[in-house]
Every structure is written in C-alpha cells, then in structure tokens.
C-alpha cells in the first residue's frame, strides 16, 4: 500500500499562487493531480511520468505546472494565476498503468480562490 500525503492548500485571492505538495511513500511511475469542485466530476489536473512526461488539460494550461523529485517522492503542483473556478478538492494520486486507472489516491487539500 503506497501512502501519499498532500499539503499546501489555502486560501487565495483570484490572480495569486498557491503550491502544492504531495509526498509518496514509494517512487510510483505515474503520478498526478486531480481535482473535484462541488457538484462536478473529478478531473485531472495535470499528470506527469517518472521520466518527466506532463500532460495538462486546456483549462490549467500555461498555468499549472506539475514537477517531481525521484529521490524525495514527492511531487508538486505551482498554480498561478488562479480563477475562481480553481476552487475545488486537489487530490494527488498514483498509478502503475493509466491515470484512468488509479492505484492510490491521497486525502486531499482544499484550494479556495476568492474573486
């Protein structure tokens, strides 16, 4: 069982940044962030590979930047310029094979950003 710790949620007003933080207990090949905004599906993020490979929707694009450090197993999400439809749960999780396939998800941290 892989254990993923999230931290650096908050609250922040609409244009400012906030980064989050999630520390694995093993070094998983693919790892990401989702998020969930109530009433809505859960959605990624953004998502990156063991060798560096990220991947963000048109949403957080340009935004967003999701980076790893291998030998801390830990990754981290800088969010800038941040909208009032950032707001939601941001859940860190990990999979061997596929993002739609997640083996391990994190407990999730509240990101607010007020207008």
């Known amino acids: 069982q892989v254990q993923l710790m999230e931290s650096g949620g908050g609250l922040v007003q609409a244009g400012g940044s906030l980064r989050l933080a999630c520390a694995a207990s093993?070094?998983?090949?693919?790892m990401a962030w989702f998020r969930q905004a109530p009433g809505k599906q859960r959605e990624l993020a953004a998502s990156?590979?063991?060798?560096?490979?990220?991947n963000y929707p048109d949403s957080v694009k340009g935004r967003f930047t999701i980076s790893r450090d291998n030998a801390k197993n830990t990754v981290y999400l800088q969010m800038n310029s941040l909208k009032p439809e950032d707001t939601a749960v941001y859940y860190c999780?990990?999979?061997?094979?596929?993002?739609?396939?997640?083996?391990?998800w994190g407990q999730g941290t509240q990101v607010t950003v007020s207008s």
């Open positions: 093993a070094n998983i090949y693919k």
């Open positions: 990156i590979t063991r060798g560096g490979i990220t």
């Open positions: 999780a990990a999979a061997y094979y596929s993002y739609d396939d997640v083996d391990f």
